[in-house]
């Protein structure tokens, strides 16, 4: 790779210890890429949490915070002080919520550990957005901006809809960007590898946030980490919408850009979309697609007694808080359902000063901030059968923790809280 | 040993010899487990064993742990990287891995696996190499060696 | 204008009185205009506070927050009940931080009356996201989507940065809006509408947040409330940078939209930015255009012993707090001078659990919410000259509050904290 | 009143006729107040005495109450029309209001503070209208009556 010379002089070891372990991996991943050269990044978004337990014994064992950077966010075993980081860089989600601690059966002492992380990481200058989708709380880049993001549903989010260019960065390469404001300069950073490769015709109107979770589902499992464009949009889709699309594709598949024509930044038109070349495939997306889609992401859900309901993913915004509180407002929850909604905790701030997590409360619920069933892997003790309103978390939290699954509209999953069973069909 | 990876009209019939790009150097050898689905790090494998999980995965339940993991890419979360960071600090990585599609998840995985790993094939190993073949792999020169099984 | 069937049918009243008041207003407004038609939206920002000293009497008058809404956000004498909004709708700045209250000289039953209102429009179903800066904590429309705004620096950053479709909505009409989903189809919503008028030539690099609303104050006064397009960029800017553009050409001029050449989600090409019309007029903007941008900005400024440092115009993001934590870091203000910094109560959260609020208040400084100086009217008794980093506030701070303000960097206005002394000058 | 107002050839030498398109309908009159500047409604007005307060405006401190405020257009915040909205509660408000650009900041305002108001004149009524000269609206019928000073 070729590096500038302020960057051979980090390599070299020149802006200390850290800093050249950093550069040392940015190196060896860019070389694995086949990349060129390194790009100047001003905003990362990683994680560098040490709550899950393989990490909180590799901490006791190894020196702290200090440990688990070098080793999960560098790549060295050799434990190093970590600086200050030198770009804008902000905190992903986490693995509990430290308010909900003892509801989602986290032990004291890891939330002792949550805490000093939180103030370790405050100390270095990143950021505790704590969530899945920092474009929800002040992290907004704008477009052609080059970021180092981990977490897939953000990944294809800012690189799609506001149309920033990022790779799905993860733990490691995310920890070095901080430190030296570098990252390969490969893939979506640049223009040539942003134009669409398949081509999906909308035969169906796709208009509410359940079906641009199906759709997105459904593209991800055929076009796989290719860039599809859709076309045939009838209605103007907005943020909780995109959220659940981008989300839903880039768990069946490893989708991190798409083009929406007319819609996203780069897709004025078919051409401009596929930057002139002609799509590899073109895809039909009507009645049959869309059931099947229903079945696939619906594939563990057998028992209609429901004993979770599980909403926030990706974390839900105020618009999304709203509407449940509008379905839940004055009823109250089965005796054997649970339900938890996560939220950036940020977000939480404004629903508790609306009066909106008293809605929740008040009917039996919770709103909960930082993490979520899947990534924080919790849940009310003895859960069976979930539902959920979110694509991606009906496919990973069957896998992670060993339940059934039920997608739907989130007016079906309120319905499954408040009577217990589930009766979601699609509509 | 390295003789045998020579690539010389005299290999043996049931052995093939592929050529790739070295993504990580080094050199390992094992048995190989193939599947042409692509694999999730975060919520496909379990970490400490090397399981795969995903619901709908063609290798469920079976683990990668010192095998020559033979797949096409990296899908899903980018919690790849440290998904399969943590298999190899818990010893159960793959022993190599041999990919075709290059992905940022799948470079980084592969680099904090350390690894051997390969990928830009002149041949496909999808359609070469079946689970249960032994493979070495040498990624500092960029060859694999499969004896079938 | 013409109307649909439900828009008549909201308009003779079959949907309420508080309704039919709105759809009246909108039906005048629409025609004040010129607009044929009204067009859906579901993202309202308005403001609805009743905290100002005019609407306190007001409310006091003629029955409370139900009066005010009637007059100030439906322009109906009468009072009527307002009922719960029928579209996503968000609360801008207010006029106070209630937490900070007695710092900011208002009395404690202004507060009562804030808390009372919160309560009011948080069941009324508005966000109480309290910003100029609504696309930092949450409300981050998608291009295309028709949206009704109020809050210049917001409606530009979203109409140019994001393709979003809003007019400067005024606080009648976004209240309208909220209660109707509806808004005159006229101006920005009209494609027609949102092709570049001036084009501007930068003749030298704009790089820095400072270089950015300088740029955006010069534009501002030259193309008043036409649409500029930036062409010769050199680097690629960032959310606060834009930000602040912004707020600086709304501020000088009227500019509601602009864009930049490569940049904005609109102006991939000089064609597409003027939509393949002729500019009206070409500006070069170079190093003599700076100065005089600077000169102007700093009219008021003449004494150098400065009172009072005002930040977070418009509401600092993360980032930006970060940044003025490791330029204060260690330091105390000097005993004649306070500084206050705005941003968002939904930041404010993450800025205090990252110990960023201590940083600032070890110092001697405030961080706080909800309002501003000029919006709020709210300073340290006796301020004279104040120091801000934002051409916005140099703009307005003089006029409404009779000070002197200096406008320089963000380490200029630390340094003038530091010091007492303003010491800025155009690098 | 309304025969002064008629376009006929015999409209004495110091009276101008204007036509534009209605903006608030309604009728008034008064004494006018011209700028060639924008106007800023909150930050740049008064609007408990309808003073002009802009740093930099050639109004400042001049007040529209009870004016025909002659002016191209709106600028700034979108707190235009609820400035103009008190104003009118606090009786500050221009008698009328003869403007050139039409944007939403002035239509709302213009509404919100049930002046008579119009638009889209014949000719440029900055032009032919000076500060002291009496000025009568029909907005009606759209009609702008000008008597020099
Ligand atoms: S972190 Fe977020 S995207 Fe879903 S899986 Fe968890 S809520
Ligand atoms: S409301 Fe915001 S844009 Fe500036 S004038 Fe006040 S901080």
């Not at chain 1, 997105?216 to 055929?222: K, L, P, R």
């Not at chain 2, 093939?16 to 694999?39: F, N, Q, S, Y």
Request: with cysteine.
């Amino acid at each position: 790779m070729k590096l500038t010379d302020e960057e051979q002089a980090m390599y070299a070891g020149d802006r200390g210890v850290a800093v050249q372990r950093a550069m040392d991996l940015l190196v060896r991943y860019g070389e694995a890429l086949g990349a060129e050269s390194l790009v100047d990044t001003n905003n990362v978004c990683g994680t560098v949490g040490a709550t899950m337990p393989f990490l909180r014994d590799y901490s006791a064992k190894h020196g702290g915070f200090d440990a688990v950077f070098s080793e999960f966010n560098l790549d060295s075993a050799d434990v190093i002080e970590i600086p200050k980081v030198k770009v804008y860089s902000s905190h992903l989600q986490q693995g509990l919520d430290p308010e909900h601690a003892e509801r989602q059966n986290v032990h004291s002492d890891v939330v002792k550990i949550y805490r000093a992380g939180e103030a370790y990481t405050g100390k270095l200058g990143i950021q505790p957005l704590n969530t899945c989708a920092p474009y929800q709380v002040g992290n907004v880049p704008v477009k052609g901006e080059h970021c180092a993001w981990m977490e897939s549903s953000a990944v294809i989010y800012i690189n799609s809809v506001l149309g920033a260019r990022t790779n799905a960065e993860g733990r490691e390469s995310a920890g070095a960007a901080m430190l030296t404001g570098k990252i390969p300069y490969w893939g979506f950073h640049l223009e040539e590898n942003r134009g669409g490769t398949h081509l999906i015709e909308l035969d169906i109107d796709v208009r509410t946030v359940a079906d641009w979770g199906l759709l997105g589902y459904y593209i991800g499992e055929i076009v796989q980490d290719r860039i599809p464009v859709i076309n045939g949009l009838q209605h103007v889709p907005n943020m909780p919408k995109l959220k659940h699309f981008g989300a839903a594709a880039a768990s069946s598949g490893g989708v991190e850009m798409y083009h929406v024509i007319g819609q996203t930044p780069e897709a004025p038109t078919l051409a401009a979309a596929f930057r002139g070349q002609r799509p590899l495939e073109t895809i039909r997306y009507g009645a049959a697609e869309r059931r099947l889609a229903y079945e696939r992401v619906n594939t563990t859900g057998k028992d209609t007694q429901v004993d979770f309901v599980m909403l926030g993913c990706p974390h839900y915004s105020m618009e999304q808080i709203w509407e449940v509180c509008q379905l839940l407002e004055g009823q109250r929850l089965s005796g054997n359902t649970q339900l938890w909604i996560f939220t950036p905790k940020a977000t939480k701030q404004m629903a508790d000063q609306a009066g909106y997590t008293k809605i929740i409360e008040d009917a039996g619920g919770f709103l909960m901030t930082d993490t979520c069933s899947s990534v924080g892997r919790v849940m009310p003790k003895g859960t069976r059968v979930a539902a959920v309103d979110s694509a991606k978390q009906a496919h990973y939290l069957p896998a992670i923790m060993g339940v059934q699954a039920w997608f739907g509209t989130t007016a079906e999953c309120i319905q499954a809280a408040v009577t217990g069973r589930w009766t979601g069909a699609l509509a | 040993m390295s003789t045998l990876i020579e690539t010389t009209n005299a290999t043996p019939a049931n052995i093939i010899v592929l050529r790739g790009r070295k993504v990580v150097g080094g050199v390992a050898e094992g048995e190989a487990l193939v599947t042409t689905d692509r694999i999730s790090g975060w919520g496909g494998i379990d970490p400490r064993t090397g399981t795969i999980i995903e619901t709908r995965h063609a290798l469920r339940g079976q683990s990668f742990a010192g095998k020559v993991l033979v797949f096409p890419g990296a899908k899903g979360s980018s919690g790849w990287s440290s998904q399969f960071h943590i298999a190899r600090l818990a010893g159960a990585a793959p022993a190599a891995m041999l990919f075709n599609e290059m992905t940022t998840k799948i470079a980084l995985g592969a680099v904090v696996t350390h690894a051997p790993a390969l990928t830009d094939f002149d041949r496909n190993p999808l359609e070469l190499i079946e689970t249960g073949d032994w493979v070495k792999v040498d990624a500092d020169r960029g060859i694999v060696e499969i004896i079938k099984k």
